[in-house]
């Protein structure tokens, strides 16, 4: 599975981004993951293909949203009231399993990773 991540930018702080994880193949979940310069690879969000069950980190609750598209093999990452400190590299990443402790915080529950797109949000 091959996954194309798109739609990073530069923007300035309370603006707005849609990211779009496109997949050429099909997965249970799809998550996106952020890196920021000196620091480690941090868990974002993540969807389960059927049924649509999300979870999110406690530092983008609120403000942003992941949703998918079945026509499109494609998930969305729509990021609103921006904050310098989401500035960082996106990634995402696709897997097979839902549950366990704290699954969806470790890298290792993804099997495929695409490219990352850069978030810059000046304040």
């Known amino acids: 599975v091959q996954l194309q991540a798109s739609g990073g930018g530069l923007v300035q702080a309370g603006d707005s981004l849609r990211l779009s994880c496109a997949a050429s193949?099909?997965?249970?979940?799809y998550a996106w993951f952020r890196q920021a310069p000196g620091k480690e690879r941090e868990f974002v969000t993540v969807?389960?293909?059927?049924?649509?069950?999300?979870i999110y980190a406690d530092s983008v609750k609120g403000r942003f949203t992941i949703s998918r598209d079945n026509s499109k093999n494609t998930v969305y990452l729509q990021m609103n009231s921006l904050k310098p400190e989401d500035t960082a590299t996106y990634s995402c990443a696709a897997g097979l399993y839902w549950g366990g402790s704290n699954w969806y915080l470790n890298p290792r529950s993804y099997f495929y990773w695409g490219q990352g797109t850069q978030v810059t949000v000046s304040s």
């Open positions: 193949g099909a997965m249970n979940t």
């Open positions: 969807i389960r293909w059927s049924g649509g069950d999300t």
